[in-house]
């Protein structure tokens, strides 16, 4: 981050510092958290449903902050308080007000699936040509994006941020911060259907990213997806589009063979053809990498090298992280779950060559939350859909996974078990486990099936 003045600082967030004598201090830093070191940095004292910031703002000053962004009152603060209306609102304002400052390509991403995945392959294809800032792990809502606009320096060439939304309007707010150059919608599908009602509205949605698009930017959509196909060509001056299966798109991958845990295909182009490879698997990763080689494109890095780039790609977090252990395949997706991603990281799973024969391919999916009306139905698919699919056993975590149980033994896998407990569910597991299994973990959030990635590793290590 570039040092701002308190005076800037104000005058981005309209806020007001009675400590006149204090408006040349510089700030080098910004911080959300009390126990992180703060030397030469503001304090946002944010204040949400279960804390408030503005409780630790005396704390904050005594571990180095310059000053403080508060919109309360705070009794004998120890340095200089910018007061705002609301600190949550100021922040956004003065991420905008410092992206102001710069002129370089952004792309945003956005998306039901996928977001992170497409945001990590459009930062490869970037990486190798420019110096590409980009949002950590899923930093992609009202806190996570500000900051990362935050951390932009003078020597970055380009940037590429993750717009995530539970709501209408979000999207728009985090558009108009990061003002992105060219947006990308990698689909639509039923993710956060709960709190938007239909698919359309999931559309309408994201498509707010063009409220912070320039009228001379580029606009990147999925050709293979029904809703974002059915689009009017002319909803923006400048669309490319990008597809496996339909052939009218722009840029389209052909020839895609799986080699191990690696996926090599063609990026076809009016221009060109393009060999490229990815060191992950899947159809739904083929699509995310072509989307990042049409973001690159649309910047001017040059194709063959957008291409050639997509093969520095590195998984983020637990998104379908393959991981050899003990003789064994585990396929780390605890993430985040919706059932176009269930769909995939199955997909994955029934696509990878089994470590050795006798080998097994196991399903361990909890419920994916958001979906309203539609979860027990989804839940149901999702279960039979496996069965289909040649998973040989199925372990399911949560009151809505029984439903998915349900769904597998009525077509036809009889060795499908329900648990309301982790433990319980890990106990039963790890009775069945043997050399060449495939494991998948996948499910919502609120899950945390990550702990049964923990006790697997520390199988034989004692717990």
Excluded at 103 to 120: A, F, I, R
Excluded at 316 to 326: D, L, N, S, T
Aim: aromatic share 6%; glycine share 10%; net charge negative.
């Amino acid at each position: 981050m570039e040092r701002l003045t308190i005076r800037e600082i104000a005058g981005y967030t309209g806020g007001r510092c009675e400590r006149t004598e204090d408006l040349d201090r510089t700030v080098c830093a910004i911080s959300t958290d009390s126990r992180e070191p703060l030397e030469g940095a503001m304090f946002i004292a944010l204040e949400g449903e279960r804390f408030d910031g503005h409780d630790f703002v005396h704390q904050a000053f005594c571990k180095g902050a310059v000053c403080a962004l508060c919109h309360k009152d705070v009794p004998d603060a120890p340095g200089p308080i910018i007061r705002v209306a609301d600190t949550g609102r100021a922040l956004l304002d003065l991420a905008a007000g410092y992206r102001s400052r710069f002129s370089l390509p952004v792309v945003g991403v956005t998306g039901s699936v996928g977001k992170t995945t497409t945001k990590e392959m459009v930062y490869a294809a970037l990486s190798g040509s420019l110096r590409t800032h980009k949002s950590e792990g899923n930093h992609n809502n009202e806190i996570g994006l500000p900051k990362t606009v935050l951390e932009l320096s003078p020597a970055d060439e380009a940037m590429v941020v993750e717009m995530g939304m539970y709501f209408p309007g979000e999207i728009r707010a985090l558009a108009q911060v990061a003002r992105p150059t060219v947006g990308v919608i990698t689909n639509i599908g039923v993710a956060h259907i709960e709190n938007l009602g239909s698919r359309e509205n999931i559309l309408k949605a994201k498509l707010e990213i063009l409220d912070g698009m320039p009228a001379d930017g580029t606009l990147i959509l999925n050709r293979d997806n029904d809703l974002l196909a059915a689009l009017p060509r002319d909803l923006y001056p400048d669309i490319r589009w990008y597809a496996i299966e339909a052939a009218d798109a722009d840029c389209r991958a052909r020839d895609i063979r799986q080699e191990g845990e690696c996926t090599h295909f063609v990026i076809e182009t009016a221009a060109g053809r393009y060999p490229a490879s990815i060191p992950t698997i899947g159809q739904h990763n083929v699509l995310d990498a072509l989307a990042g080689f049409a973001a690159a494109c649309a910047v001017g890095v040059a194709p063959e090298e957008a291409a050639r780039s997509l093969g520095r790609y590195e998984p983020a977090g637990m998104r379908q992280k393959i991981v050899r252990h003990r003789g064994m395949m585990v396929i780390e997706d605890c993430y985040n779950a919706s059932p176009d991603s269930v769909r995939a990281a199955l997909e994955t799973l029934c696509s990878l060559e089994k470590p050795s024969p006798g080998g097994r391919r196991i399903a361990v999916l909890g419920d994916m939350t958001e979906l309203g009306a539609i979860g027990p139905q989804a839940h149901e698919e999702i279960g039979r859909l496996a069965a289909r699919m040649g998973v040989d056993l199925l372990y399911g975590l949560g009151e809505l996974s029984r439903r998915t149980v349900e769904g597998a033994k009525a077509a036809g896998l009889d060795s499908a078990y329900a648990f309301s407990y982790k433990q319980s569910l890990y106990d039963a597991l790890r009775g069945q486990l043997r050399e060449g299994d495939i494991i998948l973990l996948k499910g919502s959030r609120v899950m945390q099936l990550e702990e049964i990635l923990t006790w697997l590793y520390r199988e034989g290590e004692g717990r």
